[in-house]
């Protein structure tokens, strides 16, 4: 079995995560999932993106969460990832950053409300913020349990992976999601101009609440409905 | 009838405004009328603006607002400009975007009270925000309806185009204007900065009301009166 | 008279702006004097810095404020250039720009006070804000007024100009100045970093203070008394 | 006794603080200790980072603080530095700067709590800021005192450098270390960017606390600890 095609993907999606300045030093990780065969590809630990190649990208067994094949450490967040391929199987590739805004939102255990139409062109609704994990939780598996909570907060709200592709880790960071690497990269830069934004806007205007569910549907559907038509597809 | 000029100003508008940092990814979009033929030429819906070429700009008809020429579908906001167009017949260019600053005062539901001179030199008076479209208007012909709350505005409270070329939607974004498809984009730059140094003033002094009328009126008309005296001209 | 080297030095000051990124589109100016010359140069009005080259640059009579030499009309500021040589005589360029957070103190009517050792070492003493100017002010020989404002300032409350090389104009902008015009643009990015930080400074301590005087003096005259100890002189 | 890679390892790390802007025009420096050369190589002072070589870094003695070789004055605050390595004998690399957060943090007089895992991951608890320095401290050996308010503050409160690499300075801005001179200046770009989310986040949430400790024990230790399992190590 031959991934090269795969490591290609999510070498330039990590890449990509430093180009767009979502991530300076090491501060993020990209990964895909192939499916079929069974495996993700996931960024190495503490590599930095400039001499980061293809060769370097682990792939992990989707099935166990070991590493098949690499000579190098996978990310310390693999098991994150893992969890959430499995907990969301229509997605496709993942994104962990500390950008800026996303993360001082988490920071500050709030998430997102949708104040307009750039939110709601991505985001189906507000972009949660998880319940800070115990510290059984944190000392334990932590990394999997961070998964484990991210997944806890989409199921207890009836929240849809597909829909709402980021969340914010209480007093830690985002998660992006999307169709491969590169659109949860994408995703990533949503969010954290979003953030950016919500930021702002809430310095000028305090006791905002979010917008109408009616400009939050049209805004998300006619990028993302059955009848979108945003685009030239 | 050949378009060809047209399409290259408003391909080089579009690239304009990633280059100027008003949009990332595909969040804006440029165009600008030639009346004597009948027709603006607009952004493509979706393209990446470093990939884009004169060939892929399409031409709308004034009249229809029907796409006239161009294998590809016209921006999603294409019938905010024909309206604005048709509402304001001495404005020869448009820019919709996303940019961060502006985009939060339009979400916050406040209009950019002038604050200094960098305002008052483009802008006649403060950069309105229009009220939130209804339920009906949005589910209705949105982008049609987003114009018309813009023509709306300037006609209840008498504003002239030509002297207030810019423009917030409520909980969406800016859009601003000029004599041609560059000239709007600059004048994004300008609602964009203004915005920002707003948003900062009013965090240094919440209390702050507008510049006098007659610090408008000196800095407004020295750059756009009968008596200009800035520049080349 | 030759004034190709003053030619040469304003042109690239006035590029630097730019480049440092105090200004976009074209606002903001530099001018140097020659006083033995009995001439300043100055910015054209509304010349995009990227296109302006020495020859374009003006020359400006020290003694009647008119131009002596230059195809283009000089910067609309021209006057408030040279009330302030006039008032000054110990200063060699000065430097107008719209940056954004010094701007926004400006429009808050706020001096910036000392709040650390990064504005001591260039600002002996709070950067002051004018008075705002009366309308008889504005609505005469605008540009002159400016100056004249400023200089009152200066000597109503016994500040040094070398001291003091800055200053805010309320509702407009920051103006520097130094030994030669590129000087001035140095201390035009010092003017703007300090005021970035105090905005920040203050929001998360609204009720402090100045600085001691006694750090005040350390740090300004380390670098500019007469036992100064920075740098290789 | 030859210093050549000191001085280029120095002369790099100072180059690295402009090119990672932490520093405009002169406001950053970087140096490194050579312990079993009882040497410690140091920016020379008022010097601009394009222009250094290797050659104009001065070398000072660590025994007595003095210039040991090179033609150029070595740093103005080379007396804090000198002081300490002696403080803290673990570290290896000393960077000064007035990064705009930290310094605002600095002039609020106000240390940094641990609001999420960004800071976890390099500092090991608040990033503290010093008591004030007295008037007989700021008129006598300043830079050299400046050092031993650090010193104090790390030892009055049980704070380790090599646990805690940085501080905050009252009215002043930050200093960071690390194993050599590159490693300080990663930790002067991680306490950046940690001041700048810590200010946002307090702007959305003013009156949060710390992170538990479990958390900061876990996200230091995976990366710091004896069982650290970031990276390729």
């Not at 990310?75 to 500390?98: E, N």
């Amino acid at each position: 079995m031959d991934y090269d095609a795969l490591k290609e993907r999510v070498c330039a999606a990590n890449k990509e995560i430093n180009r767009v300045q979502l991530a300076i030093l090491t501060w993020g990780n990209a990964s895909e999932v192939d499916r079929e065969a069974g495996v993700f590809a996931i960024k190495p630990s503490g590599v930095d993106y400039d001499e980061m190649t293809p060769d370097d990208i682990p792939i992990i067994s989707l099935e166990t969460g070991e590493k098949l094949e690499g000579a190098m450490n996978p990310s310390s967040d693999t098991a994150t990832h893992w969890h959430l391929y499995k907990a969301f199987p229509d997605i496709g590739g993942i994104v962990h950053t500390h950008s800026p805004y996303a993360t001082a939102w988490a920071q500050a255990h709030r998430g997102i409300p949708c104040l307009g139409t750039t939110h709601a062109d991505t985001f189906y609704g507000a972009v949660p913020c998880t319940r800070p994990l115990t510290q059984a939780e944190i000392e334990g598996e932590y990394e999997l349990n961070t998964g484990k909570v991210i997944e806890e907060h989409f199921v207890n709200n009836g929240l849809k992976a597909v829909e709402l592709p980021g969340v914010l880790v209480s007093s830690h960071a985002p998660f992006t999601w999307g169709a491969d690497a590169l659109k949860a990269v994408v995703n990533g830069r949503v969010l954290e101009e979003v953030a950016k934004m919500a930021a702002t806007t809430f310095a000028l205007n305090p006791n905002l609440g979010s917008v109408d569910q009616f400009l939050l549907d049209k805004h998300y559907l006619r990028k993302h409905g059955a009848n979108a038509y945003y685009g030239q597809k």
